[in-house]
């Protein structure tokens, strides 16, 4: 069986904690007065910091991978090395991926661009109204003065 901790055993190991947190949390930490709860506050903390960590360590080896096949795809193809066809194929296959990443990126864009200028045209109009009716307004008074 584990070993329970004592609060001064707590408070120690969240000292060595500390030094992994931003100043907030340690803040936040040192303002909540039962040990136990600001022990598991501050485990907690350490979990996401490493489980974060973990995430980015992921996405990096995602990223290296992908790298590593448009390097290889790039060499197989500035050197005519036909006869690699995985290696061919994975690349070929990430060009395609991105390039249909792509071209759903300018439409989305274009959508945005095609939506802020109706809405400017629509407020154009709407000054060009107003601006209008104004000057009829005008004209108006001016015509029952001459009359």
Do not use: P
């Not at 910091?49 to 360590?57: C, D, F, H, I, S």
């Not at 939506?115 to 709407?126: A, G, I, S, T, V």
Request: aromatic share 8%.
């Amino acid at each position: 069986m584990s070993k329970r901790l004592s609060k001064d055993d707590k408070l120690v190991m969240m000292k060595n904690m500390y030094k992994s947190f931003s100043k907030e949390q340690v803040k936040h930490l040192e303002h909540t007065e039962d040990v136990d709860v600001r022990y598991k506050c501050a485990r907690r903390y350490l979990r996401e910091l490493n489980e974060g960590k973990k995430g980015e360590r992921v996405k990096a080896m995602e990223y290296y991978k992908k790298y590593a096949e448009i390097l290889e795809g790039l060499d197989c193809v500035d050197n005519k090395l036909w006869t690699d066809e995985k290696k061919i194929r994975a690349f070929s296959d990430l060009l395609d991926a991105y390039a249909e990443k792509c071209v759903k990126l300018v439409e989305h864009n274009d959508r945005k661009h095609l939506e802020r200028l109706k809405l400017e045209r629509q407020q154009k109009q709407k000054e060009y109204e107003e601006k209008q009716a104004k000057y009829d307004k005008e004209i108006a008074e001016l015509e029952a003065k001459l009359g």
